[in-house]
């Protein structure tokens, strides 16, 4: 079986399962976008995993079911156009072709009208004249307008007699009520109970010369689409149509984007935030959205080096409190208070006594009871050892104390060097004049340049805590103020940011899709032309084998037929030759 004579979605079906550049999602689409536009979206939005159907079971839920044979038994008419009193076509139901004949005026376009109008609810004549209107308001019979009513008796295969009627109450064309009688049954409203139409809009129950000529009459694109819809390729022409439409739609992501993108890279170009050059730079390179995100809101600035960082550090510098200063001055005072009880004097006549002393008790353990070896008139006794003993034990603990409370002098100083300290140095900021930031330094310089004394420390510190204090609070409204003025000029960039941000998201997550839609149009594109002229060359040859056999004597030859372009550029192509030369028609 030929290309032409399968279901088109079958042939559909083997083209790209034959086409290796194709891959499985791109062929889902593709037979979804000839399906429905439903059917493509959901093909868009599922599963990456999910299988294909079938495609006898698409194409069989694609397919309309085929329309019965009928044909034309009777048609009355009563009311209509130039018919008056009712009057009735009698025909005969069989295969074969009927000729209506009779003068002008006889009521044949009637006739042709009213079974037309019966059938598809409209008139080629009364749609696309020019003088629409006129026909449309003299559709009923001036002299005889009651009754105004259409029937048309058809003798329908497998089903007997069926009856359509059209009966007006009104004076409006509109204001029809339509119905269909099998015989023996009750009457149903409107024709869609026959499942013709679809068939009718494909194969006109009238075809007039008017008809027939406005295909050639109104531009290359209506023969081009009569001739599709004829071919039954209208699913090609709507797949196409439906995978440019989600095309744009889903590209208009990247592209409002880009557009957002553009206008802020402009933007950052012309400010001298630190933060503009580094968002610039992501943007350029369509970079991390983490970072540009973190760059709008302010979680970074660029590192510590930066001017942003700079001034926050400034701004959060912080001195020790007074209440903090006081402890720490009152710890040093009150240790020292407690060394001075002890004097270093004495305390140095005792540590060289117990020397002695020491190497006595050592001398007399070493040899026994005698004479003192130093003055040489004591007597080194047991009792004497005893004593001496204790009395040595007992001065070690005032040694031990004095140590301890000169240790605790060392300990207390060393706390309040450390919180002098704490208060780090303020680097000047590249760019930035802080005009306060000289006095700050001098007064940290004083603060920490104290006595090593540990007293004097402590008075010195107390002393210079308020100036340093107060130079502080000066710098920190100083950077403070610089900085807010610099979020006030970033805030609408960040904003516009964080716009691009949202955008750049929503485009990158459509990237992939419109790639795959662009595949799938792409390939639809590429084999319409070629489906189409396949299915057209039965006709082509059919049509140039009658026109053979009819043109006589005519010096034209007819060749091939074949469907070109696209969009508004579409048109029928029919090649011919005149006394031998090649020729084009239908230009």
């Known amino acids: 079986m030929r290309d032409s004579d399968q279901q088109l979605v079958d042939v559909v079906l083997r083209r790209a399962d034959a086409d290796e550049s194709l891959d499985e999602e791109t062929r889902m689409l593709i037979l979804a976008a000839l399906e429905s536009e439903d059917s493509l979206r959901d093909a ?350 007992s001065e070690k603990e005032r040694i031990t104390e004095y140590h301890d409370r000169k240790q605790r002098v060392a300990a207390a100083q060393r706390d309040l060097i450390t919180v002098v300290n704490s208060v780090g140095a303020v680097r000047s900021v590249a760019d930035v004049a802080l005009e306060t930031l000289g006095a700050f330094e001098q007064a940290q310089k004083s603060w920490r340049n104290g006595p090593d004394d540990a007293a004097a420390l402590a008075t010195h510190v107390e002393q210079s805590h308020a100036a340093l204090e107060e130079a502080s609070a000066v710098l920190k409204t100083e950077a403070e103020n610089e900085l807010g003025q610099r979020e006030d000029e970033w805030a609408p960039l960040a904003t516009d940011l964080m716009a691009w941000v949202k955008l750049e998201k929503q485009a990158r997550a459509s990237d992939p899709v419109v790639k795959l839609i662009d595949n799938a149009r792409t390939w639809v594109k590429n084999n319409a032309a070629t489906l189409r002229n396949e299915r057209l060359a039965p006709i082509a040859e059919k049509s140039a084998h009658i026109w053979g056999v009819l043109r006589q004597e005519s010096n034209v030859e007819l060749g091939s037929v074949t469907l070109t372009g696209s969009g508004t550029q579409r048109r029928v192509e029919l090649e011919a030759q005149v006394d031998g030369a090649p020729a084009t028609l239908l230009e």
């Open 44 to 393: 868009i939005g599922a599963e990456r995993t999910a299988e294909r159907p079938e495609s006898s079971d698409l194409s069989d839920a694609m397919q309309d079911r085929e329309p019965v044979g009928a044909f034309i038994d009777e048609i009355s008419v009563a009311g209509f156009r130039g018919i008056g009193n009712r009057a009735v076509l009698d025909l005969y139901p069989a295969p074969g072709l009927t000729v209506v004949s009779g003068r002008n005026g006889s009521g044949k376009s009637s006739f042709s009208e009213a079974f037309e109008y019966a059938i598809s609810g409209s008139s080629y004549r009364w749609r696309n004249k020019k003088n629409a209107k006129v026909w449309t308001r003299s559709w009923r019979n001036l002299h005889r307008p009651v009754p105004c009513e259409l029937r048309v008796r058809l003798a329908v295969e497998d089903q007997g007699a069926v009856t359509i009627g059209v009966d007006w109450a009104g004076d409006s064309l509109d204001d029809s009520s339509v119905w269909v009688q099998r015989r023996g049954e009750k009457r149903i409203p409107g024709v869609e109970s026959l499942g013709w139409q679809a068939a009718v809009e494909l194969y006109r129950p009238i075809l007039s010369y008017d008809e027939l000529g406005g295909l050639f009459e109104e531009g290359p694109s209506v023969l081009y689409d009569a001739l599709a819809k004829l071919l039954g390729l209208e699913q090609i022409a709507d797949a196409e149509n439906r995978l440019g439409t989600e095309l744009r739609f889903r590209k208009q992501a990247r592209t409002d984007a880009t557009a957002a993108a553009r206008n802020l890279k402009s933007a950052l170009a012309g400010s001298d935030d630190e933060r503009a050059a580094l968002a610039l730079k992501q943007i350029s390179r369509s970079g991390d959205l983490v970072t540009v995100t973190k760059l709008a809101t302010g979680s970074n600035t660029g590192g510590s080096d930066g001017v942003l960082n700079q001034l926050r550090a400034i701004a959060a510098l912080t001195i020790p409190p007074r209440d903090v200063i006081e402890a720490r001055v009152a710890a040093v005072r009150s240790a020292v208070a407690a060394l001075a009880e002890q004097s270093d004097a004495v305390v140095g006549a005792v540590q060289q006594r117990q020397t002695i002393l020491m190497a006595a008790l050592q001398y007399h353990s070493s040899h026994g009871d005698g004479p003192c070896p130093v003055c040489g008139e004591g007597q080194l006794t047991g009792e004497w050892h005893s004593r001496i003993e204790t009395e040595l034990a």
